[in-house]
């Protein structure tokens, strides 16, 4: 694959100057932030975020989600089953194209006991249309948007059986029914429409070459991606890691941390060796979710190490 922008490493954090001033003191050529339908996000402050981003030498990935506000304020039930909500939310969706580089169309769908209060379906369908038609609007609103599937949690429901597994089977039940949908509406298939898959990873401080922690065993190993990510790359269409990193908190040291971080990245590397189609990655800290972005001097150094490599 030709060098392009997306091949490079990104973060992912809540839009600030503080965290663009990070970003770009990394090296980070993306900035992934989190707009909600719902919060008052319009076009224009979409535009403007682009705008600035661009100045700085980024580019700019805006995961969209359904704010349904209540005890599941991201629950995407309603986006599903009324017809008025899902239409505004599309509309909605496909208005922020214009003025965005990306968009990844929803967050972590197959983690049930934050998003589906009761419609999530097994078979993934419901989900895939849903994706699908999302996804046919933002290009009929902008042509040249790079799309890219709701990144799948590393615990959650896989098959409609096992929770706290990594989703083996729910990733290829998604592509398969979006790729129908697409010959089925006269185009070659899933790679007309979407650039990225999206996978979401994050780093536990057990070794990522080891299987997963009897802990907490969504911290999935990465090698056990090589299986479902093989699965999937019929498709011609790259993985997108567009949240990974690590809970600063599991290490006793910086060091501790950013040896983690590397034994990761070189993990990464190993698949992409064995033909698995890596585009890019975007770096997350959880405490991207309350504001702004932290990271010790030694994780640091390490991710400006792998931001200039090319995926």
């Known amino acids: 694959m030709a060098e ?38 319009s076009p224009s402050t979409i535009k403007t975020q682009t705008d600035t981003l ?4 980024m580019k700019h990935l805006a995961v969209v989600q359904y704010n349904a506000g209540g005890t599941k304020p991201h629950s995407y039930d309603k986006v599903l089953t009324d017809p008025t909500v899902r239409a505004a939310f599309i509309k909605w969706v496909a ?13 972590e769908w197959n983690l ?16 895939a249309k849903l994706m699908y038609d999302v996804a046919i609007a933002c290009k009929k609103a902008n042509s040249n948007i790079l799309l890219v599937t709701a990144g799948m949690s ?32 006269g185009l070659s298939g899933f790679s007309a429409l979407f650039a990225g898959i999206g996978q979401h990873l994050y780093e536990a401080k057990y070794n990522p070459t080891s299987g997963p922690n009897v802990d907490h065993p969504g911290w999935w190993a990465v090698k056990q991606n090589r299986l479902v990510w093989s699965l999937v790359s019929k498709y011609g269409v790259p993985i997108w890691n567009t949240e990974f990193g690590q809970k600063r908190i599991d290490f006793t040291s ?20 064995l033909g698995i189609n890596i585009a890019m990655h975007i770096v997350i800290s959880k405490s991207a979710f309350d504001g702004d972005w932290t990271l010790d001097p030694a994780t640091k150094t390490r991710i400006k190490q792998q931001s200039v490599k090319v995926w």
């Open 4 to 41: 392009t922008w997306y091949n490079h490493l990104g973060l992912c954090a809540d839009y600030s100057v503080s965290n663009i001033d990070l970003a770009t003191s990394i090296g980070a050529q993306w900035l992934r932030t989190a707009p909600e339908y719902g919060w008052g996000i």
């Open 54 to 57: 661009r100045t700085k030498g």
């Open 95 to 107: 208005s922020l194209a214009p003025y965005c580089d990306a968009i990844e169309i929803g967050n």
């Open 112 to 127: 049930t006991a934050v998003f589906w209060q009761g419609t999530y379906d097994a078979s993934w369908k419901q989900q």
């Open 154 to 185: 590393p615990y959650g429901n896989d098959d409609g059986g096992t929770v706290k597994k990594w989703p083996q089977t729910a990733l290829p039940l998604l592509l398969a029914e979006i790729d129908r949908l697409a010959k089925l509406g």
């Open 254 to 273: 910086d060091t501790a941390a950013a040896t983690h971080m590397g034994l990761y990245f070189q993990e990464f590397e190993s698949q992409k060796s």
